[in-house]
């Protein structure tokens, strides 16, 4: 008996992740559906054995999952809803070879896949893109000047001097210093009395102060985190509607609340600097990082035909190119697919054709599209398509 041929649109869908983090109903009211009561962060479309997503009818196998191990192929991405309603960690993420090299080493050190203090759970890197759903997607991205840091430091010092507090000079000095970030930065996440002295001066300062507002935030999340002074060092970015940022290899970031449409490397190798109760592995972070003032990591999509926009950079950090794209549809075009996709309706309605197969993608539908194709489109609202780059 031969093998039905495998159907070129597959219903997919999957259950939100309950992060704490994560705004209550967020995916839900993101797809038009009805909500769990509780925190929903993160959906998840893909094959990431983390939580992959499940085929609702008519495949071969239940998860694409299954449908990486049947084909003999690997989806190159991970597609996600994401729905922040306070800080994320702050995090970093290494190069291709990184990733290999400290999967290997710590496999060979015999640190179980599951253990809280490994760094490294696959051999792959996680670049990443983000696109702001709505207005005021806020996120931390890369290390500002330290011009610009120590002008808030010392406005900051100047207050706490006022109050009898001496408690952010050795950190000022770290980073009015030689290589200034990297010595600010360790000086920090090295801890002890110094540092927590510091942190706590740092957010009596900031008191009620607009312009410091966010260092008041992360203290009510994080009390005498680290990460709060870190925060400082960092651009603090905030998105309108489908504006994007592209987060490479060894920058340093933190998504702070907001809703996006997130594409990334299907990994899980996080090194995270603060924000966190999970273990942070100071001196690998510091390996990762790139020290340098970052100049502006929004992502311009480029602009194709029929009104597609394609968000996608060019070329990986590591001078790789850059495995996946992310498209934006909002009305009637045709989409070239290099590869599987996965796409997902945010909003209105959407109808899919190719080569004789049709599919409807109402609102808050996601679909899997099994090979390369020409994909006719028809409808409006919004669409988003993850495909191979």
Not at 113 to 126: E, G, I, M, S, V
Not at 180 to 196: K, P
Request: hydrophobic fraction near 45%.
């Amino acid at each position: 008996m031969s093998t039905p041929p495998t159907p070129l649109f597959v219903e997919i869908g999957n259950d939100p992740r309950d992060y704490a983090w994560g705004r209550i109903d967020g995916v839900a009211e993101v797809l038009g559906r009805p909500g769990s009561g509780g925190p929903e962060a993160e959906l998840w479309l893909g094959a990431h054995p983390g939580s992959p997503t499940r085929a609702v009818a008519g495949a071969p196998w239940p998860t694409l999952l299954g449908w990486e191990r049947e084909s003999g192929e690997r989806l190159p991405f991970l597609l996600k809803i994401l729905c922040a309603a306070g800080p994320l960690s702050l995090q970093a993420h290494p190069t291709p070879a990184q990733a290999a090299a400290g999967f290997a080493d710590e496999n060979e050190r015999g640190i179980p896949l599951d253990a809280a203090h490994r760094n490294y759970k696959d051999p792959f890197a996680k670049p990443e893109l983000i696109v702001a759903l709505a207005d005021g997607f806020e996120a931390l991205c890369g290390f500002r000047p330290v011009a610009e840091i120590l002008a808030d430091v010392d406005a900051l010092d100047a207050r706490a001097a006022g109050s009898g507090s001496a408690a952010l000079a050795p950190w000022r000095a770290v980073l009015a210093g030689s290589d200034g970030l990297r010595a600010g930065f360790s000086w920090l996440l090295a801890g002890g009395s110094a540092v927590d002295e510091a942190v706590a001066a740092l957010v009596a300062a900031a008191g009620s102060d607009a312009r410091f507002e966010l260092v008041t935030r992360l203290a009510a999340a994080y009390p005498g985190d680290p990460g709060i002074a870190v925060a400082l060092m960092l651009r603090h970015v905030t998105l309108a509607a489908g504006e994007s940022l592209w987060l490479p290899a060894g920058n340093i970031h933190a998504y702070l609340r907001g809703c996006g449409v997130e594409l990334m490397g299907p990994s899980d190798n996080v090194l995270r600097g603060g924000l966190t109760p999970k273990h942070v592995d100071v001196p690998e972070l510091e390996r990762v990082l790139t020290f340098a003032a970052s100049d502006d990591d929004h992502l311009l999509p480029l602009v194709l035909p029929d009104g597609v926009h394609s968000y996608r950079p060019r070329i990986h950090t590591s001078g790789a190119e850059v495995p996946f794209e992310l498209l934006a549809v909002t009305g009637d075009a045709s989409v070239a697919l290099a590869g599987p996709s996965i796409a997902i309706a945010t909003d209105g309605s959407f109808a899919l054709a190719a080569i004789g197969a049709a599919f409807e993608a109402p609102r808050g539908t996601a679909v899997f599209v099994t090979r390369a194709t020409e994909l006719r489109v028809t409808g409006s609202g919004r669409l988003w398509i993850a495909t191979a780059g």
